[in-house]
């Protein structure tokens, strides 16, 4: 990818291209002005007690963020969007999916809701009391009941079965699917962000460039101004600037301001690793043929070990070791 002549600035200015303020995202959103940004999409923190956060108490965090969302929606340009992406709060083993619980302010403001992607992801934490949650959603709200920035033909994907034909009726014999491709859906399985992502930095929640990149190209048109309130490692300035678009955002945490400092200029350079947009996930090859996939039970060597170990279960059991 050929560099860009782009300069990252500190503070917001309409005719900037990148901006990366240090500091708390409502002093940012205070410095733009109305209407002026096409796409709000974020990532809150949950209020789960993560490295970056303090644990507030549910309503005093749904307060913050309804202050967040109002800042949001002064800069929203008439055909603009939000997309505010969120997981579970949870609290005592008891969950609040966060969508849920702010979906009224969106309602307040008068938004009107399009979709509520679930994206769906392989990693996480390995629940033991229930099932473990591989899913969260972007719940995409725009300020126009009518007019607004939807580019479909940017980001289909390919058909199931490109070269299906009508059968039967006046068009038979065509093809009956449409040959840019299909409607990515409202269901996105894209990996996420753990150890061997190619992405992977010391932040603990990043997105994946890809599923915001889908985000950019559906809702923005080129030149549009991209903002993302709780930044982290710059994710989403990056998909913005990758596609001509300018970003914005805000960081309170300064080792994460130097980590999206960094990535943003790798971008600028397009020295930037990510993975690209659509790849299709990874699919191990049928059991049996390497060490990690194959069933270690069934190999003759390995047979023994378990026989060993239900042997020595059973006598645990008993009460015998
Ligand atoms: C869920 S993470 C977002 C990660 C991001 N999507 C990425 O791809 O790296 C939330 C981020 O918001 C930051 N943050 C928390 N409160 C903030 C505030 N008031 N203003 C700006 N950033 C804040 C946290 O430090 C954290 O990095």
Known sequence: MAGLNITIAKTFKRDERAVLFHGDCLDLLQSVPDRSIQLVVTSPPYNVGKEYEKKLH???????????????????????????????YVNDGSIIPLDTALFPIFQDFKLVMRNRIIWQFEHGLHCSRRFSGRHETINWFTKNTKNYVFNLDSVRVPQKYPGKKYFKGPKVGQHSCNPLGKNPGDVWDI????????????????FPVGLIERIVL?????????????LGTGTSLIAAIRHNRRGAGSETEKKYIGIASNRIQKAIRGTLQTRPMNKPKYVPPESHTNTLNGIPWNRPEEQLCQLRLLESQEAYCNGNS
């Open 191 to 206: 990996p996420n962000v753990k150890n061997n992502h190619v992405e992977k930095t010391e932040h603990p929640c990043q």
């Open 218 to 230: 559906a809702m923005t048109n080129d030149g549009d101004w991209v903002l993302d309130p709780f």
């Open 58 to 88: 549910l309503e005093t965090y749904i307060e913050h963020q309804a202050k967040v969302i109002k800042e949001c929606v002064r800069i929203l340009s008439d055909t603009g969007s939000i997309c505010w992406q969120v997981g579970n």
